[in-house]
């Protein structure tokens, strides 16, 4: 599976937009990005995943360069329940494939 | 919402002695995942199961480290003996394992601690 990089934190306001940066510059063609969320002393939590479109849910929504190379997810309005560290993880969508978590994004939302 | 269920959610154990984990993936998940996540860091996978089989056990230390999933429901993970260095959040996860249906769902971990 493709490396990716993150900012190890970032603070966003609350019911402002947050925008999470990451960069997989040796993606492959097959290889989707994910985005999962873990906040403190819990397991960590889907949000989305994409291949190449953009994609959106109930929770977030992220896009993804035409080359592929970088993603960002967006918090539409970030609330306090927000804080969390943000992990964006590539890898091939295919039965049983592993997740491969690196450092991710401390994300602190403040009042 | 169906959850993956793990026990306990909090062990203190002192080093050499043996502890175990348990895990209840959600019904009719084929794939499990054992991860150990040291405070501060991402979580780092130990061993895999589809069904009964283990698929990825390249990261865990067999040594002291053994994981089962008998009839390919539960799993329990048992370190003998633990250490100090093992003290971290141990999590479980299930996903259906079926084509493009991959997502995993964790389950709250169990956090141990070696004194």
């Known amino acids: 599976d493709a490396k990716t990089t993150q900012p190890p934190s970032m603070d966003c306001a609350e019911g402002r937009a947050a925008n999470l940066p990451c960069n997989h510059s040796?993606?492959?063609?097959?290889?989707?990005v994910y985005w999962y969320r873990q906040i403190h002393s819990q397991g960590p939590q889907y949000i989305i995943h994409?291949?190449?479109n953009n994609e959106t849910n109930e929770m977030a929504s992220l896009i993804i360069t035409e080359d592929r190379k970088s993603s960002t997810l967006i918090l539409p309005h970030a609330t306090l329940r927000d804080t969390a560290v943000y992990y964006c993880?590539?890898?091939?969508?295919?039965?049983?494939?592993?997740?491969?978590f690196g450092g991710g994004t401390r994300v602190l939302v403040k009042p | 919402e169906a959850e993956v269920a793990q026990s306990p959610r909090y062990k203190i154990t002192e080093k050499s002695q043996a502890v175990a984990f348990w895990c209840d993936p959600i019904s009719g998940h084929a794939t499990l995942y054992w991860y150990r996540q040291i405070l501060g860091q991402g979580p780092e996978l130990l061993v895999q199961?589809?069904?009964?089989?283990?698929?990825?056990d390249s990261q865990l230390p067999k040594d002291r480290f053994s994981a089962e999933r008998l009839k390919g429901v539960d799993s329990t993970l048992k370190i003998q003996p633990a250490e100090l260095g093992d003290s971290a959040m141990y999590l479980c996860?299930?996903?259906?394992?079926?084509?493009?249906?991959?997502?995993?769902?964790f389950g709250q971990g169990t956090r141990l601690t070696v004194v």
């Open positions: 993880i590539v890898r091939v969508k295919a039965a049983g494939n592993k997740l491969t």
């Open positions: 199961f589809q069904d009964e089989s283990v698929v990825d």
């Open positions: 040796t993606i492959s063609g097959n290889e989707y």
């Open positions: 996860a299930s996903s259906l394992g079926q084509a493009g249906e991959v997502e995993a769902f």
């Open positions: 994409g291949l190449k």
